[in-house]
């Protein structure tokens, strides 16, 4: 066990009595630091096993997802505490400061989170030039969305912005449509919606190629709660555009799995242990509706090495997590790879 793996158990407490967000911010802020002197190096067990996938080469299934590194303050980090991906953002046109706080929730008991962020984020141009000097040999994914006062009717703008400022910086950017706090963001799912916004992103994309020289694929980020019909009609979607890949899923507004619960009413998503079930059966239905060269990522309560095994399985080229690391700290990036590479 490292250094850091031992701190973690011992710091937890204390982290926990903290609100919330508070505790997440002075948690990256030691990372930081932590990395600064050293300390994480080696969490990752054995000879790593890369991945390729999207044309990518990828140092390890696990990945860091969206939400935990919003401003890309911390990818170094990250990188050396053993994860083979981090996506950073989500990141908008403009910097916005998100909701009121307090806007993030543990629900301890049931290994849970429920987060209406918002959005915050330093804006699209800030995350650019910090990742402009990356050295992580983790690959970077650069989620993005829409400002929180930007209609519907205009967000492909908001994602056109986004995605011709990320791509001389990202290896693979994350099309977030699926986020429970930006009013009217999911609805960009529907049918008719999903098919414009990628099909504009698509010719975007293709002019971006030719001026860079190099393809940065795009994926589009799902939410949980979509029934039979809604994730038959986005994989019509996603096979007829030939998608580059799929990120199953995002935080969940049921709160069934965490009914009695004295913060069930607080708005937002609910992650962590709740959401892994649903999360892995959408994975799952859409590993067998879509064309077998379109690569899935799937997320959703991993909070052990089984779990991410479990999304292999399903169907998951990769895997990522974020509530897991709040509950489990460092000693979860190692027990996943230990499990499944
Ligand atoms: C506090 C918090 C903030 C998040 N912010 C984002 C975000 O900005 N963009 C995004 O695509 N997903 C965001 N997510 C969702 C996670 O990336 C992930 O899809 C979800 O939490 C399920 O994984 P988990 O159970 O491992 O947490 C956020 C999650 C949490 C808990």
Not at 11 to 19: A, I, M, V
Request: glycine share 8%; proline share 6%.
């Amino acid at each position: 066990m490292t250094l850091i793996e031992s701190f973690y158990p011992v710091l937890k407490p204390w982290l926990f009595r903290l609100d919330a967000e508070r505790a997440h911010t002075l948690t990256v802020k030691m990372m930081i630091i932590a990395h600064r002197l050293g300390m994480l190096k080696s969490v990752v067990p054995g000879t790593p096993r890369p991945r390729s996938v999207m044309g990518l080469t990828f140092p390890n299934v696990l990945g860091l997802a969206a939400g935990m590194d919003k401003s890309a303050s911390a990818v170094e980090a990250w990188g050396a505490l053993g994860f083979g991906s981090v996506e950073v953002g989500t990141l908008t046109p403009r910097p916005q400061p998100g909701n009121p706080k307090p806007r993030l929730f543990r629900l301890p008991e049931h290994e849970a989170l429920i987060n209406r962020m918002g959005f915050n984020n330093p804006g699209i141009q800030s995350a650019v030039q910090k990742l402009k000097n990356r050295r992580t040999k983790a690959v970077v994914g650069v989620n993005i969305g829409k400002n929180f006062d930007t209609p519907n009717e205009d967000a492909v703008k908001d994602y056109l912005i986004c995605l011709k400022a990320a791509y001389p910086v990202a290896d693979y950017i994350a099309v977030n449509i699926s986020s429970p706090n930006t009013k009217g963001l999911r609805d960009l799912q529907a049918e008719d919606a999903v098919r414009d916004l990628i099909s504009q992103l698509k010719k975007e994309q293709a002019a971006m190629k030719q001026e860079h020289g190099r393809q940065v694929p795009f994926l589009v980020k799902i939410a949980p709660d979509l029934t039979d019909m809604q994730i038959e009609a986005l994989a019509r979607v996603f096979n007829e555009q030939s998608i580059d890949g799929v990120i199953a899923t995002n935080t969940t507004i049921d709160r069934t799995a965490i009914t009695g619960h004295r913060l069930q009413s607080e708005a937002g998503g609910l992650s962590g242990a709740p959401v892994r079930e649903r999360s892995t059966l959408v994975l799952q239905a859409f590993h067998s509706l879509l064309k077998e060269q379109i690569p899935l990522i799937g997320v959703g309560g991993i909070l052990c090495g089984a779990d991410a095994a479990e999304k292999l399985k399903a169907g998951a080229a990769l895997a990522q997590v974020y509530s897991g690391l709040v509950y489990r700290g460092p000693a979860l990036v190692r027990e996943v790879l230990e499990t499944v590479q």
